[in-house]
């Protein structure tokens, strides 16, 4: 019997596909871990996507899943689809029809309503969410027909836009220029362009629910709506950039190394100052020690010896406590 690889540490980036849920992603990967001759591996993911949704699905493994809780708290940015006309019990395509409106609102009035979605907001969540009412799973609930009665719950919209134009340093404005043959619909000498659907881009912090959004949006708009697309294309620092197919995911499982597609534990903490420690301060922290004297700002850091993570730590008024210790070896294999 051949010797196990060791337990990996870090994060891979997964692009979900649609159809996919966050649990069966996390089981695929441990698969093709095991698969690819690793010894066992703690495994989590970094937030639920719907498996109606696609997109980027941060998964932890080993010591990185130490850090999946901040992931969790990490806003979001996605892009998604209203589809006006028909709001479903679901608030997404998979649904019942349960409202019908024969309004199509025009473009140049989906560009208006936007700036009062943005900021902070009160939302209610969908039925179907995994929010528990009562100690039982919404969806649960809803899906057994009961009428589930879904609390207010504030959060940020940072940004909203158009997605053809998405760029935080952007007006909103710029999403309606004469680009494509369209005209500006601030112009009131161009022609009213109506909207069937309008494909949308939020920044949103956690516990935003997009489907939420999409029905609110189309309510103000004098209809209804629902999403029919969903893809998550940032979540906290990482990238659709960074993110691997679920072939690609299966070749592990198959040889291929899988230091290709593994990235680093401290790329979860790259919005994160680093804080150098000498080998004999890092043994400290290990041992879950108080630094004292500290040069360094108050604030959260990622304390590292020469380039491996130690702990994350807090510093205030120049003393520095172990928020999250790591263990990790201290030369990288």
């Known amino acids: 019997m051949s010797e196990k690889k060791p337990s990996p540490h870090g994060w891979i980036i997964l692009d ?35 498996p109606l949704a696609e997109g980027i699905l941060p998964i932890a493994l080993g010591e990185a899943t130490k850090l999946a809780g901040r992931m969790l708290d990490a806003s979001k940015i996605y892009d998604f689809t209203i589809q006006f006309g028909e709001e479903t019990d679901t608030l997404d395509s998979e649904g019942e029809v349960v409202k ?9 009035a989906v560009a208006a309503v936007l700036e009062h979605f943005t900021g902070e907001i009160e939302q ?29 719950r504030k959060v940020t919209i940072h940004s909203l836009r158009l997605a053809s134009a998405y760029d935080e340093d952007e007006p909103l404005n710029s999403a309606f220029a004469n680009t494509g043959g369209r005209p ?38 004098g209809t209804c709506g629902h999403v029919t697309y969903l893809r998550r294309i940032k979540a906290g620092p990482f990238l659709e950039a960074q993110a691997i197919s679920l072939d690609n995911l299966n070749e592990i499982g198959k040889g291929a ?20 420690l000498s080998q004999t301060d890092a043994q400290a922290v290990r041992q879950g020690r108080v630094l004292s004297e500290m040069p360094q700002p108050s604030g959260l850091y ?17 003393t520095a406590k172990v928020v999250r210790g790591f263990n990790l070896p201290d030369v990288a294999e």
């Open 257 to 276: 190394p899988l230091s290709d597609l593994l990235l680093p534990l401290e790329a979860g903490l790259d919005d994160i100052p680093a804080l150098s």
């Open 184 to 221: 500006d619909p601030y112009d009131p000498q161009a022609p009213l362009v109506i909207a069937s659907s309008v494909t949308l881009t939020a920044h949103v912090s956690k516990g935003t629910y997009i489907r939420s959004l999409a029905r609110d949006i189309a309510r103000a708009l």
């Open 124 to 152: 209610v969540p969908p039925a179907f969410s995994a929010i528990k009412v009562d100690g039982k799973r919404a969806y649960d609930r809803a899906r057994a027909g009961e009428e589930v009665a879904m609390q207010t």
């Open 100 to 108: 019908r409106s024969d309004r199509h609102p025009p473009l140049a």
């Open 16 to 50: 979900k596909p649609r159809g996919l849920g966050s649990t069966q992603a996390v089981a695929a990967v441990k698969r093709n871990l095991r698969e690819g001759g690793y010894a066992k591996t703690k495994v989590g993911h970094g937030g639920t996507l719907d």
């Open 302 to 318: 990622c304390a590292m010896l020469d380039s491996v993570p130690v702990a994350l730590m807090e510093i205030e008024d120049g």
